[in-house]
């Protein structure tokens, strides 16, 4: 076989296929996930979620839609997860602050952790995204039930 000729192997249900130029899968598809929740948070920042298609998150992404839609359903799975994310985050950081926040009494050590929850930027970040969907019972309802389940 000539190098001109020359096909990847990709494995499937059935025997070994050769297909020209085949990508292979993904070896790592939380990290393609994440890029595309952290893509959507900039996007949905700049443009406003209402305004960010998918389009544009594939954009910012060079991504296939197969290679988006293989992870997300739509858009507001995407806004799910974001909602996730922020949740997660707040939730570390808040155990960490409470473990490693000095205070010579409970009260500054509070008012040291709060200050901290206050002017982080992040937080802000994540909170610009979400705040958006503040009018969306669906959108508050999942917060609140995945809240509860925390």
């Keep these: 076989m000539t190098k001109e000729k020359e096909v990847d192997r990709i494995q499937t249900d059935q025997p070994s ?4 130029g085949a990508m292979g899968r993904n070896k790592y598809p939380e990290q393609t996930q994440e890029r595309i929740v952290d893509a959507s948070i900039k996007l949905f920042i700049e443009k406003g979620y209402e305004q ?8 910012a992404l ?5 290679g988006l839609y293989h992870h997300f359903k739509s858009k507001e799975e995407i806004l799910e997860a974001v909602r996730e994310k922020r949740a997660q985050y707040a ?3 808040l155990r960490e602050l409470v473990q490693n926040t000095k205070g010579t009494n409970a009260k500054e050590k509070l ?13 802000h970040m994540f909170d610009t995204v979400l705040t958006s969907q503040a009018n969306d019972p669906y959108f508050v309802m999942g917060a609140l039930q995945t809240a509860v389940n925390q």
């Design 17 to 20: 296929v050769l297909r020209r």
């Design 52 to 59: 960010t298609t998918i389009q544009d998150i594939l954009d």
């Design 62 to 66: 060079n991504l296939s839609k197969g």
């Design 91 to 93: 939730a570390d950081m």
């Design 111 to 123: 008012k040291k952790i709060l200050y901290h929850l206050v002017t982080n930027t992040k937080t």
